[in-house]
């Protein structure tokens, strides 16, 4: 098992300027890797404080490549759905080329019915854009003179520059939530999986496995699963400390996933609205006691000391989010 930070900005203006997130955030990397943690993550958002301060995640974790040497930096993750497969290809590439091969790749199908709104996209084609989109850019990385008809895109002939550090691509990841056809898909396929769980999780990685093994990949497939941590020697102190922060990022995604209360629905989103509205639910003594998050002792520089070199080998990885 590894262990890894993720950097989900629950901010805006009103909150902290751009600069001082930033600064923030890339100093915490940098201590982080110092510290034993394996990877840094972030996310693609837009337009609100439940992660609008990272609309590109590889800006950020190409200023990261250049405070780390050794960590590996995750798309956690970009959004094929909002993008030109030959934008993501570039950027991935890039900066792959960048932090000399550090990069993981996490792809996404987007879930805020806003974002969609506002890129005039429609909801109802998430999924047939995200799985053409994941086609065309694994073709671009991995293909000289790549064509390829599409649905949304089409290219003929197309050498997408620069080629990946790492051959053939950079690892792809497939975050999931809770639409089992997800998990299925990304284990068919033989990618990795970027899990986000907002309830019970066991089963849908079994999904995952299940799917992987009858694909007939080989081992088990690995998965990488987040989780809201906050570590201090006194475990009453450590749930006094972590409320807020918790609670301003659970009001910043209420807030975003808004439309899923208020009527919207759609094929590609089973059951989104009631799961939206189990959120409004969650608090931190809740989470804690179902998993959803790790608070209490030990000391986070103990963790770092004694717990992560047992865990210190290829096996899949635990990421602990940092706001």
């Not at 958002?45 to 050794?70: D, E």
């Not at 709104?117 to 003179?145: K, M, P, Y």
Request: charged share 25%; with cysteine.
């Amino acid at each position: 098992m590894q262990f890894g930070v993720q950097f989900f900005p629950a901010v805006d203006h009103t909150d902290k300027s751009a600069a001082e997130y930033y600064a923030q955030s890339l100093a915490i990397a940098e201590e982080a890797e110092e510290l034993g943690f394996q990877h840094v993550r972030t996310v693609e958002h837009y337009f609100t404080r439940y992660g609008g301060y990272s609309p590109n995640p590889i800006v950020f974790l190409a200023a990261a490549s250049q405070r780390t040497k050794t960590m590996r930096l995750v798309t956690g993750a970009v959004l094929p759905v909002f993008n030109h497969p030959f934008k993501l290809a570039g950027e991935i590439a890039m900066l792959d080329g960048i932090s000399g091969g550090r990069l993981d790749v996490g792809l996404a199908r987007a879930f805020l019915p806003h974002e969609f709104r506002r890129f005039g996209i429609s909801v109802d084609e998430s999924q047939a854009r995200f799985r053409e989109g994941l086609e065309q850019i694994e073709l671009l990385l991995t293909q000289e003179n790549a064509t390829h008809r599409g649905r949304f895109h089409s290219f003929e002939d197309v050498t997408s520059l620069p080629r990946p550090t790492q051959r053939p691509r950079p690892k792809f990841y497939i975050a999931a939530t809770q639409t089992p056809e997800s998990f299925e898909f990304a284990g068919s396929k033989g990618h990795s999986l970027m899990a986000i769980p907002i309830g019970p999780i066991g089963p849908l990685i079994e999904l995952y496995r299940k799917a992987w093994r009858e694909a007939g990949h080989p081992g088990n497939g690995e998965v990488m699963v987040a989780f809201h941590m906050f570590c201090h020697e006194d475990a009453r102190l450590a749930r006094e400390i972590a409320r807020q922060p918790f609670e301003e990022y659970f009001r910043a995604l209420n807030e975003a996933v808004g439309d899923w209360t208020r009527g919207t629905t759609s094929k590609d989103y089973r059951d989104y609205d009631k799961s939206m509205r189990r959120l409004r639910s969650f608090t931190l003594d809740g989470q804690i006691e179902s998993g959803g998050a790790w608070v209490g002792t030990p000391e986070e520089r103990l963790f770092a000391a004694e717990v992560i070199p047992h865990f210190a080998d290829n096996t899949p990885y635990a990421m602990a989010r940092a706001r």
